[in-house]
């Protein structure tokens, strides 16, 4: 158990619909990040969070939002959903400046 | 921003020999470099991390090198066993903590 926790494991829906992914981070730990992992194209960052504000944006779609609430968990809103938001979906979180991240176990998105 | 590049991209080795994966990135003022693994089915899991003020780390079997001329970084995985069977992704990050990814290595440990 890394100690970073996503739920859920596992999420099934239908295109066009709405998800929300949930991560606690580490304790202790006020930074959040998300990735996308996609067969082809690797790990890919989406956006980061530290202390409840938005520090970094990647390649994050205008259908996906987040957010850090005031007790660090993160939740990353997936919406109006395509067949090609299937994805393993991960949350990391990090401590302090040049440590590295410590991965969840990630959700596994599929849309049908 | 910053791009890394790794290669090869599938690797496989005979159990005991050396294993080899290399990475290169473009900005020049990346400065953390940690290696990740990931097995089947989990997150990856930080294995090694360099800073740019160091050109070489051990740990046990797994050794990470540094040229910040060339700026490349490498993982070495020695007397390699089964269970060091994973994807490993090399990463860097010039200090505002977003990672920039490889995109990873598949390593195959032939018994």
């Known amino acids: 158990d890394s100690g970073v926790t996503q739920t859920p494991k596992h999420l099934i829906t239908a295109t066009g619909q709405r998800v929300t992914l949930r991560c606690s981070p580490r304790?202790?730990?006020?930074?959040v990040y998300w990735y996308q992992q996609s067969l082809d194209q690797g790990l890919q960052f989406l956006i980061q969070?530290?202390?409840?504000?938005?520090?970094a944006k990647g390649n994050i779609l205008e259908r996906f939002s987040a957010q850090q609430f005031p007790d660090l968990h993160s939740e990353l809103n997936l919406s109006s959903l395509e067949l090609g938001d299937s994805a393993l979906y991960f949350c990391?979180?990090?401590?302090?400046?040049?440590?590295?991240?410590?991965f969840g176990s990630g959700t596994r998105l599929t849309v049908v | 921003g910053e791009n890394v590049e790794q290669h090869p991209s599938t690797l496989s080795v005979q159990e005991g020999d050396s294993a080899v994966i290399k990475c290169t990135y473009s900005?020049?003022?990346?400065?953390?470099f940690p290696w990740y693994k990931q097995e089947l089915g989990k997150g990856p899991q930080l294995i090694i991390d360099?800073?740019?003020?160091?050109g070489e780390k051990k740990d046990q079997r797994i050794a990470v090198t540094l040229n910040k001329t060339a700026k490349h970084f490498s993982l070495h995985i020695t007397e390699t066993q089964p269970e060091d069977s994973a994807v490993y992704f090399c990463?860097?990050?010039?200090?505002?903590?977003?990672?920039?990814f490889g995109a990873g290595t598949t390593v195959t440990v032939r018994a």
């Open positions: 900005d020049s003022a990346s400065n953390y």
């Open positions: 304790s202790g730990d006020l930074s």
């Open positions: 990391a979180s990090s401590a302090a400046r040049g440590r590295g991240y410590t």
């Open positions: 360099i800073r740019s003020n160091v």
């Open positions: 990463a860097a990050s010039n200090n505002d903590y977003k990672l920039s």
């Open positions: 969070y530290y202390n409840g504000e938005e520090r």
